[in-house]
Nanobody
Framework: VQLQASGGGLVQAGGSLRLSCAAS????????MGWFRQAPGKEREFVAA????????YYLDSVKGRFTISRDNAKNTVYLQMNSLKPEDTAVYYC????????????WGQGTQVTVSS
């Protein structure tokens, strides 16, 4: 599975961005999809995940109520809608695919930079 993330950019605090991750080369609808992020000097952290059907979602506590993960299996795409952005959300965001929720992610996209200015 190949993953291509896009949609990052520079935004002021309180603003919004929507990240997209397009998948190819596999059966997208059979994968759990996740978003992770890595800020400078920090380890990569989990942000959000969505089940293959879209019926279950999980979030990092600090983004609950601000970020929404969704997927469109017909378009082989997963999204991360980010609202009320904060400077601490600044990071490179990666999408990833896993066969089973809670297990290791096998496929990773290249990352897209999100910068939130104060």
């Amino acid at each position: 599975v190949q993953l291509q993330a896009s949609g990052g950019g520079l935004v002021q605090a309180g603003g919004s961005l929507r990240l997209s991750c397009a998948a190819s080369g596999g059966t997208f609808s059979s994968y759990v999809m996740g978003w992770f992020r890595q800020a400078p000097g920090k380890e990569r952290e989990f942000v959000a995940a969505i089940s293959w059907s879209g019926g279950s979602t999980y979030y990092l506590d600090s983004v609950k109520g601000r970020f929404t993960i969704s997927r469109d299996n017909a378009k082989n795409t997963v999204y991360l809608q980010m609202n009320s952005l904060k400077p601490e959300d600044t990071a490179v965001y990666y999408c990833a695919a896993a066969a089973v929720m809670g297990q290791e992610y096998d496929y990773w996209g290249q990352g897209t930079q999100v910068t939130v200015s104060s």
